[in-house]
Nanobody, 122 residues
Framework: QVQLVESGGGLVHSGGSLRLSCAAS????????MGWYRQAPGKQREFVAQ??????????DSVKGRFTISGNSAVNTVTTTYLRMNSVKPEDTAVYYC?????????????WGQGTQVTVSS
């Protein structure tokens, strides 16, 4: 089992910046990837960004050039991820969920954090 704890959400003005953090604990020796999804009111959860243990990053088109994901990697694992959010827009308002993928008994398991609210005021 992997436990994830997010922090850093809050209220920010449009055009401002915010940094989210997510720390993994538990069985962290072989986490393959960590990343972020978000869910706005009345909308489906959508992918934001991810980073692999080899530090390969992927972004949604809607955040490219504005958000930067980074992480703390060790041999065969990544244990912490950060999402730097610059030039935020009101449409970035959502609950941001951290996730991690790690091998489990029946295949790759996905773990989720509890979510952190980000609100961008116009």
């Amino acid at each position: 089992q992997v436990q994830l704890v997010e922090s850093g959400g809050g209220l920010v003005h449009s055009g401002g910046s915010l940094r989210l953090s997510c720390a993994a604990s538990g069985q962290i020796l072989s986490i393959y990837v960590m990343g972020w999804y978000r869910q706005a009111p009345g909308k489906q959860r959508e992918f934001v960004a991810q980073i692999t243990r080899d530090e390969i990053t992927t972004y949604a088109d809607s955040v490219k050039g504005r958000f930067t994901i980074s992480g703390n990697s060790a041999v065969n694992t990544v244990t912490t991820t950060y999402l730097r959010m610059n030039s935020v827009k009101p449409e970035d308002t959502a609950v941001y969920y951290c996730y991690a993928k790690s091998p489990g008994r029946t295949g790759m398991e996905t773990y989720w954090g509890q979510g952190t609210q980000v609100t961008v005021s116009s």
